[in-house]
C-alpha cells in the first residue's frame, strides 16, 4: 500500500525558504511515477506547484518556477520541495502526491496518491 | 481565479442525483483527460475519476464522469450524506504547461 508523508516546519517567516520532505513507503520511487506537491491555501483551491521523476526531471508550475526547487533521494526513498522568499500568501496546506501512469504512459495531472498534508505558516 | 471554472456549489436530497460542470479551454480539457477528486472535511483529496470516465478501485459506480468539448461533468446518483465534500476536476493545460485545478465545488446534501 503507497504511504505518503510531509514532514517539516510548520512556521516559516517571510523571506526565507520553505523547506519540506514527503517520505514514500510501500512503493519504490525508483518504480517509476512521477511525484510531486500541491498546496491548498485555507479555505480555497488547489495549486499544482511541481513534479519530479526519479531521474531528476522535473516541471514547475510557471508562476512559481522561479522560486521552486524539487529534488529526489532515492537511497531515502524521499523527495522534498524548497520555496524561496516566501510570503503569507503562500500560507497553505502542502500535499506530497503521486501521479498516475500506466502502459508506460505517465500522466502529471492525474493524482492517485496523497499525502495527508502539513499546514504551513508564514508569519513572522 | 482557476483555469478550470466550475460552479461554487450544489446541493440535493438524498437518493437524488446531482452533477457538477467544469469548463476550459482548447488547450486544456479538450486536448487532455479530465480527473475528478473528492476532500471530504479535514482531509486529502481522493482521485474520484480519471481519464474522463474511469473509477479507481473501489470508488462506486454511483460516481460517473463525461467530457465534451472544452468542458467536462461529474455525476453522482444516489447521493448519500456521506458524499458531502468539496469536488475538483483537474487536466493538464498545454498553453501554461501545468497541471490546472478547479476552483471546487461544494456538495451539499439537504
Known amino acids: 500500500q503507497v504511504q505518503l508523508q510531509e514532514s517539516g516546519p510548520g512556521l516559516v517567516k517571510p523571506s526565507e525558504i520553505l523547506s519540506l520532505t514527503c517520505t514514500v513507503s510501500?512503493?519504490?520511487?525508483?518504480?517509476?511515477?512521477?511525484w510531486g506537491w500541491i498546496r491548498q491555501p485555507p479555505g480555497k483551491g488547489l495549486e499544482w506547484i511541481g513534479t519530479?521523476?526519479?531521474?531528476?526531471?522535473?516541471r514547475y508550475n510557471p508562476s512559481l518556477k522561479s522560486r521552486v526547487t524539487i529534488s529526489v533521494d532515492t537511497s531515502k526513498n524521499q523527495f522534498s520541495l524548497k520555496l524561496s522568499s516566501v510570503t503569507a500568501a503562500d500560507t497553505a496546506v502542502y500535499y506530497c502526491?503521486?501521479?498516475?501512469?500506466?502502459?508506460?504512459?505517465?500522466?502529471?495531472?492525474?493524482?492517485?496518491?496523497w499525502g495527508r498534508g502539513t499546514l504551513v505558516t508564514v508569519s513572522s | 481565479q482557476s483555469v478550470l471554472t466550475q460552479p461554487p456549489s450544489v446541493s440535493a436530497a438524498p437518493g437524488q442525483k446531482v452533477t457538477i460542470s467544469c469548463s476550459g479551454s482548447?488547450?486544456?480539457?479538450?486536448?487532455?483527460?479530465v480527473s475528478w477528486y473528492q476532500q471530504l472535511p479535514g482531509t486529502a483529496p481522493k482521485l474520484l475519476i480519471y481519464?474522463?470516465?474511469k473509477r479507481p478501485s473501489g470508488i462506486p459506480d454511483r460516481f460517473s464522469g463525461s467530457k465534451s468539448g472544452t468542458s467536462a461533468t461529474l455525476g453522482i446518483t444516489g447521493l448519500q450524506t456521506g458524499d458531502e465534500a468539496d469536488y475538483y476536476c483537474?487536466?493538464?493545460?498545454?498553453?501554461?504547461?501545468?497541471?490546472?485545478f478547479g476552483g471546487g465545488t461544494k456538495l451539499t446534501i439537504l
Open positions: 502526491a503521486r501521479s498516475y501512469c500506466s502502459g508506460g504512459n505517465c500522466y502529471l495531472d492525474i493524482i492517485d496518491y
Open positions: 510501500g512503493y519504490l520511487i525508483t518504480s517509476g511515477n512521477y
Open positions: 519530479i521523476y526519479h531521474s531528476g526531471n522535473t
Open positions: 482548447s488547450s486544456s480539457i479538450e486536448k487532455n483527460y
Open positions: 481519464e474522463n470516465n
Open positions: 483537474g487536466t493538464w493545460d498545454n498553453s501554461l504547461g501545468a497541471v490546472v
